[in-house]
């Protein structure tokens, strides 16, 4: 029996019958067996065949930068050695099945070659490579394994279910060290590599709202919340046979982090990923929500004297205090943005600024391209980044609301790719963190040049299931 909303008896005989049939209810025991059927449909598919590369290199990400070599001065962290190795099956398998670069791959790749020689027109050619080639390397791997090993949505999907335990594991890490008020995970990597963390522990550790802001194998708490957050879109368009529910519990760990960029992350990916599930059913369509985005930000820019960019980073804090140093980064950073525009100030300078701004950090990622590699570099990648969100949302038309939810997909992915490089006004991630973020830039592009359905698609009785 296939799976329908309704069974179809014969017509009655006589002159009062007519053509239409008449259309009976299910019982639920046929709900059951035929939800049962479609559940089993979809197993097979999400736990069938996968290029590995994508989790070993996910895996990677969360090990802490304690389990690191160094290679005179060259650092060998776990997920650049994975990045590396990742290389020549990347080689591979764009031989095998060739991508067609778009506008955006092209302003992708003209950003990261920017990285490099503007650090190249600063510093000698042997810290260059040190520095500015070890920064273009993490930045181009991790974008060429986003984008070449994801071409269908069902990559996507098997990828999730299959890194769902390593994310439940950090979770519980993250859990732990926010209610002991101690720092697990780094340290004890670090008793074991002789790489101590505490320098960067004496730097972060802060309690809010009676617990830690946990870091778990992270460089930052701010960066585990950010990755926590980032997954939330994703796990919500995926229907992962047992895993999807058991993913977002765990993208809850993010919370413990208690950071406002990593909070806003993960509420705005379940709001806007609400607002997709109810436009879904009435055919809003997301033109209202644009319109509404539109109108609240020119009432700000109206109606404030700091604009749209010094409102959002003043108040896109738990800490008030961490609003206004955010604007005294803005200003003064954006000031030697001015005074050195095309190839910035070099990775290794710090911006001019107070005596009473100790801290060098750059909390705003978009002004930190700028600071270190000059205003072309920033504008390429914001520019490749918005083009990648807006054709995965436009190519998305094109996959088959049957095939396995393929274009909820790619709407969770445009979704998760979307919020975080909003909030990276307010933080700038490095290392392993931003890896990630660049890997999922990559995913948005791979599954952009979708154009028919493929793979995924269901059994026939399953469709009718997923379509609704």
């Known amino acids: 029996m296939t799976l329908t909303p309704m069974a179809t008896a014969p017509a009655a005989s006589g002159p009062a019958s007519t053509d239409r049939p008449v259309r009976q209810r299910l019982t639920m025991q046929e709900r059951r067996q035929a939800w049962a059927r479609h559940r089993e449909a979809m197993t097979r598919l999400v736990t069938g065949k996968i290029d590995w590369i994508p989790v070993l290199v996910f895996a990677s990400i969360l090990m802490s930068p304690e389990a690191r070599i160094d290679l005179s001065g060259f650092q060998l962290f776990p997920y650049r050695i994975a990045l ?223 604009g749209i960019v010094k409102f959002l980073i003043r108040n896109a804090s738990f800490n008030p205090q961490t609003g206004y140093f955010r604007l005294a980064i803005w200003e003064y950073g954006s000031a030697d943005v001015a005074r050195s525009p095309w190839i910035g100030i070099g990775i290794l300078n710090d911006y001019t600024r107070p005596k009473w701004m100790h801290s060098d950090s750059v909390d705003n990622y978009w002004l930190l391209l700028a600071l270190r590699y000059g205003i072309p570099c920033s504008l390429a990648m914001l520019a490749a980044v918005a083009l990648n969100v807006l054709k995965l949302s436009l190519a998305g038309k094109f996959m088959e609301n049957g095939a396995l939810h393929g274009r909820r997909m790619a709407t969770g992915l445009a979704i998760s790719v979307f919020v975080l490089y909003v909030v990276l006004i307010t933080v700038s991630p490095w290392g392993a963190d931003m890896s990630w973020l660049i890997m999922l830039l990559g995913m948005a592009g791979g599954l952009a040049d979708r154009r028919r359905g493929g793979k995924d698609e269901l059994p026939a009785p399953s469709r009718a299931r997923a379509a609704r």
Not at 189 to 213: A, H, K, M
């Open 84 to 306: 590396i190795v990742s290389l020549p099956f990347v080689a591979v398998e764009a031989i095998r099945r060739p991508i067609r670069p778009s506008l955006a791959d092209i302003l992708f790749l003209a950003a990261t070659a920017w990285m490099f020689m503007a650090t190249a027109s600063h510093y000698a050619i042997d810290i260059a490579f040190k520095t500015g080639g070890s920064t273009t390397l993490d930045t181009l791997a991790a974008y060429l394994v986003g984008r070449i090993f994801f071409r269908e949505p069902l990559d996507l999907r098997r990828f999730l279910y299959r890194v769902t335990p390593f994310l439940v594991a950090v979770a519980i890490l993250m859990f732990l060290e926010s209610v002991s008020h101690r720092y697990l995970v780094r340290t004890f990597i670090g008793s074991l590599t002789g790489f101590s963390p505490q320098s960067t522990i004496q730097r972060v550790y802060e309690l809010r709202f009676g617990l830690l802001r946990a870091m778990g194998p992270f460089l930052h708490p701010i960066a585990a919340g950010l990755f926590f957050g980032s997954l939330v879109p994703l796990f919500l368009a995926a229907d992962l046979p047992k895993r999807r529910w058991l993913g977002l519990l765990a993208c809850a760990g993010g919370f413990f982090a208690w950071s406002s960029a990593g909070v806003a992350t993960i509420l705005a990916g379940l709001a806007l990923g609400f607002y997709d599930y109810v436009q879904r059913r009435l055919r809003w369509g997301w033109f209202p929500l644009i319109m509404a985005v539109v109108v609240s930000l020119g009432m700000i820019e109206s109606f404030t004297s700091d």
